[in-house]
């Protein structure tokens, strides 16, 4: 089964220019950040169509779910795929689709408390959004426990996630994550943001304001627990990233003191990085975790 992206996800419309222009304003600010990139977690381009899994629900969040039949009598070990600020479980896709993903995980693309719908009210404690994730992490059968993958800001959550859940976790992704609390903070146009109204600035970006107001004093008390982090983990950054700052990817090796961590820098690369590097980032992980034992 082929996976394409759901019907029932609302994605961000492109169409209204007032909103893209004071978006643009907002966001791009003299950076000059490309205004498609702004649409990147919650609108990815699936090349294969095929048909639909099913939406699961538990408690506030969506996730769909792909564990292939194996020859192996061994259970498959979890992934878990956690996206960033705006978005969905579509922006896993291209990974849930993938048949070396297939053959060597049990597989959940996850839509995050906060987002199932799109105008719904946001979840901004990491701690929350790590408790939304326990009950997934139990799916895990193969006695490993489950690895994390976060892009973007849900790079803090299955961060927050491993810190709490330490023996549920056994492996960590951070796709241009943030992490750094002295850079990763809300930025003027976030300030700014706050008071423009959601029918200007749209659902989507002005629910990723609402968790990217209060980070900062969250990974400032994360600090102590990274040394705590001790399973694989692998760390993927583009140089070019203007959505994270890439030293995000610096400051998580620098902390993860007591961990086996592999370090990916990518010249030339974006944000984008988590679809344009797919194909490296796969053969990372089967590399990094599916090659362990």
Known sequence: MLLENSPGMKLIPQSNVLRLGLLGFLLVGLA??????????SQIPIEIPGERAPVLSLGDLEYIEINTPSISPQAK????????????????????????????FHMIAVTRPGWVERDAEKIPSLDEQAAALEPLLRMDAS???AILMG?????PVIAKTAMSYKELV??????????DPEISGPRWYNRFAVVIPRFILGDGL???????????????????DWENI?????IVQGDRDRLVNPRNAEFMQEMLINADVTYLWREGQGHFVLWEEASLI???????FATAD
């Not at 000059?32 to 977690?41: S, V």
């Open 206 to 224: 002005k629910g990723a304001n609402a968790e990217i107001m209060p980070l900062r004093p969250q990974l400032e008390a994360m600090l102590p």
């Open 282 to 288: 796969v053969d990372s992980i089967i590399e990094k």
């Open 143 to 145: 006695g490993k426990g």
């Open 32 to 41: 000059a950040i490309p205004t498609n990139e702004l649409f990147a977690q």
């Open 170 to 179: 056994a492996g960590l992704v951070f796709v241009a994550s943030t992490g």
């Open 151 to 155: 892009h973007s800001y849900g790079g």
């Open 77 to 104: 070990q979890l992934i878990v795929f956690v996206h960033g600020t705006p978005g969905s479980f579509n922006a896993f896709i291209r990974y849930m689709n993938d048949p070396q993903m297939r053959e060597n």
């Open 230 to 234: 001790e399973v694989p983990v692998l």
